[in-house]
C-alpha cells in the first residue's frame, strides 16, 4: 500500500454542548486518530495536564509564537486567547496520520482556508435548556460566564451551515457511534482509495 496524506477533522460546538466528552470517547474507542493539543493562555482545570490537555502558556509566550508565524489557528475566546501549531499538524498529515481538531467556529473557518479539504463537524446541543443545565452542573464558571457562553451559542451555532457534518448530542453513545462512522466513511473515499491500494488495483486491472 502506498502512504496517503491524513485526513484532518474538526470538531466545533457551542460550549457546553459535550465536544470534550465526545472527542475523548472517539479517542479511547480505538480509532486511529491523533488529537491537535492546542496551545491556551488560561489557567488549567484541576483535571487537566499540560502537554495533553493543552499547552499552557503565558500570553507573552502565546504572542510570540503568534508573532513568528507558528499557529495555523488563533482566537480570543473569553479573554483567553487559543492557537493550534501549524508545524505539528503539517507533519502530522504528511506522515500519514489522522488528525483532530476540537476547535470554534471562527478557529474552523481559518483552518478550511488553508486546508479545504479537511473534515468539519459541527456537535448541537438537545435545546438551549440542556445546554444551560450542563454549563450549570460543570460548577467551573461564575453565573456572568454562564450567561456569555449560552449568548456566544447562538453565535456558534449560526454557523452550522459552514459544516459537512451535524451530530446531535442528545446521547453520548449514540452522537459517538456517529462520529465513529464519519470518520470511517472519509476514509473510504475513492481518491484515498485509489491511492492506498494503487497496486492492488492494477494488478486487478
Partial sequence: MIATPGNLYIVS??????KTSLVKALLQSG???SLSVSYTTRPARP???DGRD???VSREGFEQRLKQGEFLESAQVYGNFYGTSKKWINEALDAGRDILLEI?????RQ??????ASVAIFVLPPSLEVLEARLRNRAQDSLEVISQRLASARGEISHVGDYDYVILNDRLDRALEDLKCIVQAERLRVEKQLVRHHSLLAQLG
Fill in 13 to 18: 460546538a457551542p460550549s457546553g454542548a459535550g
Fill in 31 to 33: 480509532v486511529d486518530l
Fill in 47 to 49: 483535571e487537566e495536564v
Fill in 54 to 56: 493543552y499547552h499552557f
Fill in 104 to 108: 470554534d467556529s471562527q478557529g474552523a
Fill in 111 to 116: 483552518v478550511r482556508e488553508v486546508f479545504p
